[in-house]
């Protein structure tokens, strides 16, 4: 199991080594602005796909090893269409984006979350490395038609950007397709309504949390293009990204943790296995984070250009908050397959409201410095939630959570076993 890990690990490193790279051409191309504007698409793309979701999404995890998958692949894309169609008409009346941008930002929402639902499928049947690799294969095909764009067709605008997502997204949904095509030979229509019932009642539960958990981590996004500017936006979502990459360690545990809760019965194996690698990943975190603190400002203007000095700045104030949220993504995940959605969703509610709270009180001010520290703290605030609620289901201290000399050492040994193995 930890080999699957280490894998989909090295696996998610690359993607993000991929995704600073799209970084650095949309920065250093399309500059601060046009990278704002970017920033403010794939915000908009996936607060959509957040509602696409109640019908699917990652629930479907929990719901594949239970359920006609036919019936669920059907279900959950017939309601993705109807979001589509309503993001549209909210767009029209409450435009996020630019009103040339919105048609890009609905079809590719679309084709996204025919994707996920593909990805969750496979999840669900424990076929790891397919989602993997399809997820690196996306990041791969963005990279590489992105910089034909910008480079061999000199096109150095956002449409760049919008088209190698089509690219990306779209040859990917095609070989996850393929892929889950097995799974689909049993059609069947049986108890659709009281299937299509438990996808919302579960999926909004689920997605309640996710939406909130959105809303708390990038209504920053809005606020700041809405009263600082897209630069300004700009040069915080690369910070934002930077530092966001290092929840990779979490989500590679994660990817491996979910399906397992999810296919077992005993809770027991569940929790100890959510303590291990809550350990391991805090382990992970610190020592990634550790070097990109030691960088100096000008090496992320030499990087993205004289735009980006204020990047090291960013970094440095959600740094105490990942770690923290680190911790609450393995530990959500463990109550996500045991169908325990409401305490995410509790648990983003808080952070939600600290947001909320905080901004409201500085909203005149509201520049880099704020939208860090604010969202350092909303961190800070859901994982304590989350903790707490864990140790007291699993019967155990807090302070158990924290990584020891054992835990160190034990990590050494197999990462150095799969080395040799490999």
């Known amino acids: 199991m930890y080999k699957k890990v280490a894998s989909t690990f090295g696996i998610k490193v690359i993607i993000a080594i991929l995704n600073l790279a799209i970084v650095i051409i949309l920065s250093r191309s399309i500059g601060a602005t046009g990278k704002g504007e970017a920033s403010l698409i794939l915000t908009s793309i996936a607060m959509i796909l957040l509602f696409c979701n109640m019908v699917g999404g990652s629930s479907l995890v929990y719901f594949v090893p239970r359920y006609n998958i036919f019936l669920l692949y059907l279900l959950s894309n017939l309601w993705s269409v109807i979001v589509a169609v309503i993001a549209f008409a909210v767009l029209k009346y409450f435009p996020a984006v630019p009103e040339n941008l919105a048609t890009p930002v609905i079809i590719l929402s679309l084709i996204n979350s025919f994707l996920a639902t593909n990805l969750s499928i496979l999840l669900g049947k424990e076929k790891i490395m397919s989602n993997n690799y399809i997820s690196l294969l996306q990041t791969v095909i963005n990279v590489v038609v992105l910089i034909l764009l910008t480079k061999s067709f000199h096109q150095t605008d ?51 949390g996710h939406i909130l958990q959105f809303m708390s981590f990038r209504v920053s996004y809005y606020l700041l293009a809405s009263y600082s500017g897209a630069a300004i936006l700009g040069v915080y979502s690369n910070g934002i990204s930077l530092i966001e990459s290092l929840l990779l360690i979490s989500n590679s545990f994660a990817a491996v943790l979910y399906p397992k809760i999810a296919n077992s019965t005993n809770i027991k194996f569940a929790q100890t296995l959510t303590l291990q690698m809550t350990k391991l990943s805090i382990i992970i975190c610190i020592m990634a984070l550790i070097p990109l603190l030691l960088l100096p400002s000008e090496f992320w203007v030499w990087l993205f250009g004289s735009e980006f000095k204020d990047v090291k700045q960013v970094i440095l104030l959600l740094s105490p908050g990942i770690v923290f949220y680190n ?86 040994e197999q990462t150095k076993s799969f080395l040799i193995t490999k």
Not at 197 to 207: A, D, H, S
Not at 335 to 346: D, L
Not at 370 to 389: D, E, M
């Open 327 to 412: 911790i609450t993504l393995i530990i959500g995940h463990y109550f996500s397959g045991t169908g325990k959605y409401k305490v995410n969703t509790y648990s983003n509610l808080i952070g939600l409201l600290i947001t909320v709270l905080l901004s409201i009180l500085v909203i005149p001010s509201y520049g880099i410095v704020v939208a860090g520290i604010i969202s350092s703290i909303s961190y800070l605030g859901i994982a304590l939630f989350i903790i707490i609620y864990f140790t007291r289901e699993a019967e155990i201290k807090v302070q158990q959570l924290l990584p020891t000399v054992s835990d160190f050492i034990w990590l050494k």
């Open 158 to 208: 956002i449409h760049s950007y919008i088209n190698s997502l089509y690219a990306a997204m779209g040859l990917c949904l095609l070989v996850s397709t393929v892929l889950i095509i097995p799974y689909l030979k049993e059609v069947s229509f049986h108890e659709s309504k009281k299937l299509f019932y438990q996808l919302v009642k579960l999926g909004m539960v689920n997605q309640a």
